[in-house]
């Protein structure tokens, strides 16, 4: 089993900046993929950022790009999401998740029923 625990929600005002960060604990590995997404209030939950096992290979959904950065650090065991230019619409509770299968196709990782472990969500509230 693998506990992935985020942090770093709060509420900031639009244009501000947030990092979030995912610790993992138990039968960690570092060749799972790592991914974030996000679920609005009455909103499906949709995919946000991923990165491969090395960091060498991060993915995007078309709304974060250029605002967003996923990382990893695999001797800590930790994800991060840098969120900057922030908008009300990127308002949401968002999750880290790790799959131990990839593909390496933006498809795989975009789709949350591969992930094999979540955690339990952070809030991001945007508003003014």
């Known amino acids: 089993q693998v506990q992935l625990v985020e942090s770093g929600g709060g509420l900031v005002q639009p244009g501000g900046s947030l990092r979030l960060s995912c610790a993992a604990s138990?039968?960690?590995?570092?060749?799972?993929?790592m991914g974030w997404f996000r679920q609005a209030p009455g909103k499906e939950r949709e995919f946000v950022a991923a990165?491969?096992?090395?960091?060498?290979?991060?993915y995007y959904a078309e709304s974060v790009k250029g605002r967003f950065t996923i990382s990893r650090n695999n001797a800590e065991n930790t994800v991060s999401l840098q969120m900057n230019s922030l908008k009300p619409e990127d308002t949401a509770v968002y999750y880290c998740?790790?799959?131990?299968?990839?593909?390496?196709?933006?498809?795989?990782?975009?789709?949350?029923?591969?992930?094999?472990?979540w955690g339990q969500g952070t809030q991001v509230t945007v508003s003014s």
């Open positions: 998740a790790a799959a131990r299968g990839y593909t390496g196709t933006y498809f795989y990782v975009r789709t949350g029923d591969n992930y094999d472990y």
């Open positions: 138990g039968r960690t590995s570092s060749t799972y993929v």
């Open positions: 990165i491969d096992w090395s960091g060498g290979r991060t």
